[in-house]
C-alpha cells in the first residue's frame, strides 16, 4: 500500500510528485501485475493535473490496468477527480483540432 | 512602457488599466502614480510587478512619477509592488507585506516548492473553512502552476490577492515575464494570433505541450478548462491578457458548462501595445461552497462533449 501524501502532501498538486509517483510505485507494480492500492488518507484536495500526471498514461496504455489499481481512502472530491481522469483517459481522442 | 495608473480597475473594467499602458518605445518603465486616491485589482499589481521584470530583462530602468503619500499607495506599499519594482520611494508603512487578513502582498514564485508552501499558507487568510476554500486553493494553485511549466518566465510567477470580506469574494491575481500563451502553443499548435493561442488554451484536451489531442502522460490540456468551470461556478469573471489581447469571460448564471471559450460569454479587446507575458485575474466566492463534487460532474459532462464519445465499455476506477 503506498500512501499518496508521504509524495503529495495533503494538497496533491505538484505534477512532479505524480511523476515519482507513477514512475516509482504504479508502473512497476503494474508491469509485475500486482495490485497497486493507492491510498490517499490525508489528502485533502487534489487537481486535475496532479491525477492526470498519475494515471492518464496507465489508462491510456491499458484500461484493464483498472483492474490492478485500488483508491482508497478517497474524499468525494478526490473520487470524482479519479473518475473524470478515468474517464477522458479511455475516450477517443482521434478527433482533431481545427 | 509608460503605466499611468487609473483610479479605479477591477476586472469587470479592467480596460480602464490597460488602456493606461503606453509604449513610449523606452526600454524602461515608468510607473506613475494618479492624482487622489485609487483602488484597482491585485491583478493589476501583478500585471506592473511582471511589466517591471521585462523591463529590467530589456536593459530598461523602473521609474516611479508623481509619488504621492495616501492611504493607497500605503496599500501599494503593502501589497509590496514598490519593493518588487524595485524604484526609490518615501512612502513608509509600519507593518509593511504583512499578510494580515485583508490581501495577500505580492509574492515571486518560482518553485513547485514555493507553490506547495504559498497554497498551505493562504488558506487561513480565506477565514472560511477547508470545505469552503477548495475550489480557491485549486484555482491559485493552477494559476500558478501554469505559470512554472509553461511561461519560461525568468522570474516566476508574480500572485496577490485581496480578500473582500463584506462580498466573501477572493480577488486573485497571477502575472508571469515570460514567453505568453502564443508561443507557448505555436511550439506543437499552428496557431498565429494571441486570441486564438487563447482560445485554444481553454480548449479540453489542447495543450501546448503536444500536438496530439488529449496530450500526453504528463499533461492533459485541461487544467485552464477546469478553472474557468471553477470560476463560472462561482459566478465572477476571469480575465487573462497576453500579447495584444484581453479576453474577459463573464459569469452566465444558469448556463450550462460549454468546452470551448467560442461559446462562452465573453469579450476581446485587442490593444495597441503587448502584455509581456501573460495576466491571468479571477474573483471566486470564498463564502459559500461551489459545491466541487457537483461540479466534477459538470465538467466530465462537457469535456465527454469535446471528444469522440468511446463506443467500448469502459472500466472503472475501483475504490475501497
Redesign the interface.
Known amino acids: 500500500m503506498t500512501k499518496v501524501k508521504r509524495y503529495a502532501?495533503s494538497?496533491a498538486?505538484?505534477?512532479?510528485a505524480a511523476?515519482t509517483l507513477?514512475e516509482e510505485v504504479l508502473k512497476p507494480g503494474l508491469a509485475k501485475h500486482r495490485v497497486v492500492?493507492l491510498d490517499f488518507d490525508g489528502v485533502?484536495?487534489a487537481?486535475?493535473?496532479f491525477m492526470?500526471?498519475l494515471l492518464?498514461?496507465a489508462?491510456?496504455e491499458d484500461?484493464?490496468s483498472?483492474?490492478h489499481?485500488?483508491?482508497?481512502?478517497?474524499n468525494?472530491?478526490i473520487?470524482?477527480?479519479?473518475?473524470?481522469?478515468?474517464?477522458?483517459a479511455?475516450?477517443?481522442?482521434?478527433?482533431?483540432?481545427d | 512602457m509608460r503605466v499611468t495608473l487609473p483610479n479605479r480597475s477591477y476586472l469587470n473594467d479592467i480596460e480602464r488599466f490597460l488602456r493606461c499602458v503606453t509604449d513610449d518605445g523606452k526600454d524602461d518603465l515608468t510607473f506613475v502614480l494618479p492624482e487622489g486616491l485609487f483602488s484597482v485589482h491585485p491583478m493589476v499589481v501583478t500585471m506592473i510587478a511582471a511589466m517591471g521584470e521585462a523591463a529590467r530583462s530589456r536593459g530598461g530602468d523602473v521609474r516611479l512619477e508623481n509619488e504621492k503619500i495616501n492611504s493607497s499607495t500605503r496599500y501599494l506599499e503593502r501589497m509590496g509592488l514598490f519593493e518588487v519594482l524595485g524604484v526609490e520611494r518615501s512612502i513608509t508603512v509600519q507593518h509593511p507585506q504583512e499578510a494580515a487578513g485583508r490581501f495577500v502582498p505580492l509574492r515571486q514564485i518560482r518553485t513547485n516548492a514555493e507553490l506547495n508552501d504559498f497554497v498551505v499558507e493562504v488558506g487561513p487568510l480565506l477565514h472560511a473553512s477547508p470545505e469552503q476554500t477548495r475550489a480557491v486553493k485549486y484555482v491559485l494553485f493552477e494559476m500558478i502552476r501554469n505559470v512554472l511549466e509553461h511561461s519560461r518566465a525568468e522570474g516566476g510567477a508574480y500572485v496577490a490577492a485581496q480578500v473582500a470580506r463584506s462580498s466573501g469574494r477572493l480577488l486573485l491575481g497571477v502575472s508571469d515575464a515570460g514567453q505568453g500563451v502564443l508561443e507557448s502553443m505555436q511550439f506543437a499548435h499552428p496557431v498565429s494570433t494571441h486570441r486564438h493561442a487563447i482560445e485554444l488554451a481553454f480548449r479540453p484536451g489542447v495543450t501546448g505541450t503536444t500536438p496530439r489531442f488529449g496530450g500526453n502522460e504528463t499533461n492533459g490540456g485541461a487544467g485552464l478548462f477546469f478553472m474557468k468551470a471553477m470560476v463560472l461556478a462561482s459566478s465572477h469573471h476571469m480575465v487573462m491578457v497576453t500579447g495584444d489581447q484581453q479576453m474577459k469571460l463573464l459569469s452566465s448564471r444558469g448556463k450550462a458548462l460549454q468546452p470551448r471559450l467560442e461559446e462562452d460569454r465573453v469579450t476581446w479587446r485587442e490593444y495597441a501595445h503587448e502584455f509581456p507575458g501573460t495576466s491571468v485575474g479571477v474573483d471566486l466566492t470564498v463564502s459559500e461552497d461551489v459545491g466541487f463534487e457537483a461540479l466534477m460532474g459538470d465538467i466530465r459532462k462537457a469535456y465527454g462533449f469535446n471528444v469522440r464519445a468511446a463506443n467500448k465499455e469502459k472500466y472503472r476506477a475501483r475504490f475501497k
Not at chain 1, 489499481?69 to 478517497?74: L, Q, S, T, V
Open positions: 502532501g494538497f498538486g505538484d505534477k512532479d511523476a507513477r492500492l485533502e484536495l487537481t486535475q493535473s492526470h500526471a492518464a498514461q489508462v491510456r484500461p484493464a483498472l483492474e489499481i485500488e483508491f482508497k481512502n478517497c468525494d472530491d473520487q470524482a477527480l479519479i473518475e473524470i481522469v478515468v474517464d477522458y479511455q475516450e477517443d481522442f482521434a478527433v482533431e483540432e
